[in-house]
């Protein structure tokens, strides 16, 4: 009996086979129990000697299962440590990295520039009256020049999204007269217009304005095309064309040779081969009078950035949409 309880026991490594065993060989049916309860029919003579054996088989089955089950228990918290042990040597995972959308890139490095050049930030808000954002630009309502800016409304009326951050010439002109001007306002602009590859309905601008004696077209020329070549290379060819703004005179736009596709025609470069980034001129007087600073003694040129383009030129981006399309394969490559 023993021999056979034994030799089963040593195979077991379940915490239930370990039951079963006890039922088997310990219960009330098991073989040395049945032995036990039989002693009654037995030969008096016999009893002790048949009872101390069976109790013999009975303590050593119980000791081995006790033993048995410590092993079988031990077994199995060591396959638990096992299975859930952490490898602290192993290299740990990398969380994805974030980056600065592209424009927010060209937009400091533009600031950058101007910083350099002694130009000061200065914010202005993006929701605008309807009087900084036309009539003291030189625009009033019933100019045809209003035209040139398709506008978002708010309900509340006369009051609008900002089409430029021109307004924030009147602005920072207000601010720091008498005192000369040199200031930089970048800024998201909006305008109510078919959307294509050059353009979009919301985008950042950044204004330039300077406001002082002496000031001439010749500073206007020098500071864009030094910021040009600053920002593009040395190398880098720009066109002043004459053009019209109420709110400067004489006016121009800059243009940078498009070299997003070699200038092969696409909807960037379309077939001239330039890209306009910019309006510029020599701020009107009626502005520096609503400014606050008498025309017949200060002077001052103002221009107005186009940073997507401007972004768009650097890495050669084809059509302006990606800006906003939120494509992390686009996004990634910055
Ligand atoms: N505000 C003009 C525009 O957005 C650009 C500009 C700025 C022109 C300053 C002249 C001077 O179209």
Redesign the pocket.
């Known amino acids: 009996i023993r021999q056979t309880a034994l030799s089963a026991l040593a195979s077991i490594d379940t915490e239930d086979a370990l039951q079963e065993w006890r039922r088997a060989y310990l219960g009330k049916s098991a073989p040395v129990m049945e032995l036990m309860r039989s002693m009654g029919k037995m030969p008096p003579e016999l009893r002790p000697l048949v009872g101390k054996a069976a109790n013999e088989v009975k303590q050593a089955l119980e000791a081995a299962l006790e033993e048995r089950g410590e092993a079988v228990k031990q077994a199995a918290l060591q396959h638990a440590l096992e299975r859930d042990a952490v490898d602290v040597t192993l290299p740990g995972r990398q969380p994805a990295r974030g980056g600065l959308h592209p424009v927010t890139q060209t937009l400091r490095d533009v600031l950058a520039i101007f910083g350099d050049m002694g130009f000061q930030v200065y914010q202005s808000p993006e929701v605008e009256t309807d009087a900084y954002n036309f009539e003291l630009l030189n625009i009033p309502s019933y100019h045809p020049a209003r035209d040139?800016?398709d506008t978002f409304h708010i309900l509340q009326k006369g009051v609008v999204l900002r089409?430029?951050?021109?307004p924030g010439?009147i602005r920072s002109m207000e601010e720091r007269n008498p005192e000369p001007v040199r200031v930089v306002l970048p800024g998201m602009?909006y305008r109510y217009e078919q959307i294509s590859a050059r353009s979009e309905i919301q985008f950042n601008?950044v204004?330039?304005?300077v406001v002082g004696k002496n000031i001439t077209m010749a500073d206007l020329k020098g500071t864009l095309q030094d910021f040009v070549r600053r920002l593009f290379g040395n190398n880098a060819r720009t066109r002043l064309r004459p053009?019209y703004?109420p709110?400067?005179e004489p006016?121009a736009?800059m243009d940078v040779e498009c070299f997003v596709c070699g200038g092969k025609g696409c909807p960037v470069c379309k077939r001239s081969g330039w890209l306009e980034i910019?309006?510029?001129?020599m701020?009107h007087p009626v502005v520096l009078q609503n400014g606050g600073y008498d025309p017949t003694v200060y002077t001052g040129f103002?221009?107005?950035l186009g940073i997507e383009r401007i972004t768009m030129l650097r890495h050669r981006i084809e059509d302006i949409r990606y800006f906003w399309s939120n494509d992390i394969r686009f996004l990634e490559q910055f």
Do not use: K, N
């Open positions: 040139m800016w089409t430029h951050t021109s010439q602009v601008q204004e330039l304005l053009s703004f709110f400067t006016s736009e910019l309006g510029c001129g701020v103002a221009a107005g």
